[in-house]
C-alpha cells in the first residue's frame, strides 16, 4: 500500500532530510519511503497536504491513562490531595472494565491530539486483569504505545512473576510494547530496585521512575552509588535534585521526562529544562494525568517554552518540538522506528491545519506550532501508515458510545468510593 502526502510544508525534524516550504512524502507499507520537493507516484493514494504542516507525530513520554474518568477534577489539587483522591480513595474502586474504559478514551484522545507515540505508565495494577485490560485498551487503539507496568503499586502476589506473565504476552515487535515501571527506593530498598533493574535487563525492557527531592534527599546520588543508573532508565520530573546528579543521570546515559504543567500546579517546583540541558540531557515531555491538566501536548510545551524563557530566556521553539518528537522517541527506545519524517522509519505522521483563523498566515510553522497551536489544528493522523484521524475526525471510533460507557464508569468509581461528583469533594490528606 502506498500513500503520498502532496503540497504540504514539510517540518521533518532530521537534519538530513531538513525542511521543505512545499514537499511531499511517500509512505509505502508503513514505512516513509521518500521525502521531496515532488515526487511522482500515479499509483499512490493521495492526501492532500495543501495549507497543512506535515511532520512527525508527538510523543508523550509519561501518562497515566487509567484516570481519564476523572478529567478535571483534581484542577484545584495538590500533590498530596491528588495522592489520596486517585491511589486511597478511587482506585480501589476500579474494575478491569473501568481501566480498559480510561484507557481506551484516554489513549483515543493523545491520538486526537497528534500524539501518535505514548508510554502509558500504569499504575493501577490491583491484579492481573487490571493489567490485562490496559494492554487490551492500548491494542483497541491505533497508536503506538508503550505499556509501562507499575506492578510494584498494587500488584496481588510476586512483581516479578507478574512482569514476566505481561512480557510473554508483550514480546515487541508490534505497536504495544512493554516497559517496567520501578518503585524507587523511596518506596522500597535498595535491593529490590537492584533486583528489579536485573529483571528487566533479563527481559531486554527500559524502565521508567519518578523522582523529585525537597532538598533534602538525593535519590539520583543514592542510586549512582550502588551502581543502579542505567541508560535505559527514563527518569521522570526530576523536580528539586542537584546539578550533580543530573550529570550524573546524563554520564550514565539516561533520560528524563517532565510534565510542567502537572510540576507547577501541584507544588513540585520549577520545570527542570534548563538544569537538564545543562547537564547535557535532553528532556523530554509528558501530560502525566488528566484529571489535573489537559491532555495535548502543545499545551505542554507551551508551558516548558515560556517558563524555561521567563527563568533564563533560554531555549527556542525547534527545540521544544525536538523535545516532543525525537527526543521523546530517543528516551523510549524508539528512535530508529519514529519521532522524525526518515526514509526507513515508520510513517508516525500528523498534518497540521495553517488555515486555520487561530494561526494564519504561518510564516514560521515551528513557532507557530509550539507558539500558538492547538489540538483543533490536528486535521490528519498516521500511525504506521494507518490514517487513524481524516478531516479532523477519528477513524472508525463511536464517541458518542464510549462517551456514555466512560461516563457510566465514572459514575460507578465514584458511588462505590462515596465521592460526590458536585464539585465539592476535596481529598484530605492528613486524613489518609
Known amino acids: 500500500m502506498r500513500i503520498l502526502l502532496t503540497g504540504g510544508t514539510v517540518v521533518s525534524m532530521d537534519p538530513a532530510v531538513g525542511d521543505l516550504e512545499r514537499g511531499d512524502v511517500l509512505i509505502e507499507d508503513g514505512v516513509i519511503v521518500e521525502v521531496a520537493e515532488a515526487i511522482e507516484a500515479p499509483d499512490a493514494e493521495t492526501i492532500d497536504a495543501t495549507d497543512r504542516i506535515v511532520m512527525p507525530g508527538f510523543v508523550d513520554t509519561h501518562r497515566h491513562s487509567w484516570q481519564t474518568a476523572f478529567r478535571g477534577v483534581g484542577a484545584d489539587w495538590t500533590f498530596p490531595e491528588w495522592a489520596v483522591a486517585m491511589h486511597r480513595t478511587l482506585k480501589p474502586r476500579y474494575r478491569p472494565e473501568d481501566v480498559y474504559l480510561g484507557t481506551l478514551l484516554g489513549r483515543l484522545e493523545a491520538l486526537h491530539c497528534g500524539v501518535t507515540t505514548m508510554l502509558d505508565w500504569f499504575h493501577c495494577a490491583q491484579s492481573p486483569e487490571h493489567a490485562d485490560a490496559a494492554v487490551a485498551a492500548l491494542h483497541d487503539t491505533a497508536g503506538r504505545s508503550v505499556f509501562c507496568h507499575g506492578a510494584g503499586w498494587g500488584t496481588t502476589g510476586s512483581v516479578e512473576d507478574e512482569i514476566r506473565r505481561v512480557r510473554s504476552a508483550l514480546p515487541g515487535g508490534g505497536l504495544v510494547t512493554m516497559s517496567f515501571g520501578l518503585r524507587g527506593a523511596e518506596d522500597t530498598s535498595m535491593d ?104 495535548d501536548m502543545f499545551a505542554t510545551m507551551r508551558t516548558a517554552f515560556v517558563v524555561q524563557r521567563g527563568l533564563d530566556g533560554g531555549l527556542n521553539s525547534r527545540d521544544l518540538l525536538e523535545f516532543a518528537t525525537v527526543d521523546g522517541a530517543d528516551a523510549l527506545g524508539l528512535a530508529t522506528r519514529t519521532g522524525s519524517l526518515t526514509p526507513g522509519k515508520a510513517a508516525d505522521v500528523i498534518l497540521l491545519r495553517t488555515d486555520d483563523i487561530t494561526v494564519l498566515p504561518v510564516t514560521d510553522p515551528v513557532g507557530t506550532v509550539v507558539a500558538a497551536g492547538h489540538p483543533g489544528l490536528v486535521d490528519t493522523v498516521l500511525v504506521a501508515g494507518r490514517v487513524v484521524k481524516r478531516d479532523g475526525v477519528l477513524v472508525d471510533v463511536d464517541l458518542p458510545a464510549l462517551k ?29
Not at 533493574?197 to 549512582?224: F, I, M, N, Q, Y
Not at 460507557?405 to 490528606?429: F, H, K, N, Y
Open 192 to 295: 529490590t530496585v537492584a533486583e528489579e533493574l536485573k529483571l528487566a535487563a533479563e527481559l531486554g525492557l527500559r524502565t521508567s521512575l519518578h523522582v523529585e527531592s525537597d532538598g533534602t534527599r538525593r535519590p539520583v546520588a543514592d542510586l549512582h552509588e550502588h551502581g543502579l543508573l542505567r541508560d535505559t532508565t527514563t527518569f521522570v520530573h526530576v523536580n528539586g535534585v542537584g546539578d550533580d546528579e543530573l550529570r550524573m543521570l546524563a554520564d550514565a546515559g539516561g533520560s528524563v521526562s517532565i510534565s510542567p504543567d502537572v510540576e507547577l500546579k501541584m507544588g513540585f517546583g520549577w520545570p527542570m529544562t534548563g538544569r537538564m540541558l545543562a547537564a547535557g540531557l535532553r528532556p523530554t515531555l509528558s501530560v502525566d494525568d488528566v484529571p489535573s491538566v489537559g491532555g
Open 404 to 432: 456514555a460507557r466512560l461516563v457510566e464508569s465514572r459514575d460507578q468509581i465514584a458511588a462505590a468510593a462515596g465521592v460526590p461528583l458536585d464539585g465539592t469533594w476535596r481529598p484530605r490528606p492528613q486524613a489518609a
